[in-house]
T-cell receptor, first 110, second 114 residues
Framework: LAKTTQPISMDSYEGQEVNITCSHN???????ITWYQQFPSQGPRFIIQ???TKVTNEVASLFIPADRKSSTLSLPRVSLSDTAVYYC???????????FGTGTRLQVTL | GAVVSQHPSWVICKSGTSVKIECRSL??????MFWYRQFPKQSLMLMAT?????????EQGVEKDKFLINHASLTLSTLTVTSAHPEDSSFYIC??????????FGPGTRLTVT
């Protein structure tokens, strides 16, 4: 399983765009990149998933360069309610296991 | 989207007793379910993979006789913590796959052993 590296923590003000980058140098050809959000005492919540280039949904965008060795989760105009831990995971589409790294603790303030 | 529930959401038990946690996929069939444990301020750690109708596969260091997993149907998996001790106090989270590329997580169960 590809190991991921993310910043331990980030701070942002409300209304700003937040970009969280994840490194996954050993990503395999059949691996997908998935981001989850977790609030305290709750299970992780799926945010976005991609394989290459750019993926956008109603809550975030995911940018993946051509070499796929990293990815960036972009949260537009964050609010206080976006304060959470964000996990980047890399796994094959049919993989049985997800290995969670340390995650990035995002703190949004006024 | 797919919904996974857990019951109970929190439980307190005395040391030496056993406690069962249920994980249900509400609107899809889950051939594979997973059990994670999360200590405060730490990441999720996979405990075991549960396949319907077969024995669970445990991660290294997880005692299979202590953490009994049963996946009796395509919508239900249970984790039983046997002879619980205070060090077993943790947040237990299950997830389920519907055969696609995504895992759907339950809300978690807070276990406190006194």
């Amino acid at each position: 399983l590809a190991k991921t590296t993310q910043p331990i923590s980030m701070d942002s003000y409300e209304g700003q765009e937040v970009n969280i980058t994840c490194s996954h140098n050993n990503i395999a050809t059949n691996d997908y990149i998935t981001w989850y959000q977790q609030f305290p005492s709750q299970g992780p919540r799926f945010i976005i998933q991609g394989y290459k280039t750019k993926v956008t949904n109603e809550v975030a965008s995911l940018f993946i360069p051509a070499d796929r060795k990293s990815s960036t989760l972009s949260l537009p105009r964050v609010s206080l309610s976006d304060t959470a831990v964000y996990y980047c995971l890399v796994a094959a589409g049919t993989a049985s296991k997800l290995t969670f790294g340390t995650g990035t603790r995002l703190q949004v303030t006024l | 989207g797919a919904v996974v529930s857990q019951h109970p959401s929190w439980v307190i038990c005395k040391s030496g007793t056993s406690v069962k946690i249920e994980c249900r996929s509400l609107d899809f069939q889950a051939t594979t379910m997973f059990w994670y444990r999360q200590f405060p301020k730490q990441s999720l750690m996979l405990m075991a993979t549960s396949n319907e109708g077969s024995k669970a596969t445990y991660e290294q260091g997880v005692e299979k006789d202590k953490f009994l997993i049963n996946h009796a149907s395509l919508t239900l998996s249970t984790l039983t913590v046997t002879s619980a001790h205070p060090e077993d106090s943790s947040f237990y989270i299950c997830s389920a796959r519907d055969g696609g590329t995504e895992q759907y997580f339950g809300p978690g169960t807070r276990l406190t052993v006194t």
